[in-house]
């Protein structure tokens, strides 16, 4: 055990693709905290995605 034995963590995590030829950083941030937002609705260690508009594209689209 180590220093903290009763000490529990969890995450929820948002992600989001970015794509820089149809939006900014500003619009893949706040589709990242939307996406934050979900995960933690749906409950502990969660991890929500939002696609962003070139998801559904072949070319163009950057991860990061």
């Known amino acids: 055990k ?3 034995p009763d000490v529990r963590i969890t995450v ?10 149809s939006e900014d ?9 939307e996406a934050l937002y979900a995960a ?3 409950g502990r260690n969660r991890v ?3 696609p962003g508009p070139c998801h559904k594209m ?7």
């Open 40 to 42: 933690k609705e749906q």
């Open 25 to 33: 950083e500003v619009k893949m941030v706040a589709r990242a905290d």
């Open 2 to 4: 180590g220093k903290y």
């Open 12 to 21: 929820s995590i948002g992600v989001s693709t970015f794509c820089p030829d």
């Open 58 to 64: 072949e070319e163009g689209c950057a991860s990061g």
């Open 48 to 50: 929500a995605f939002s």
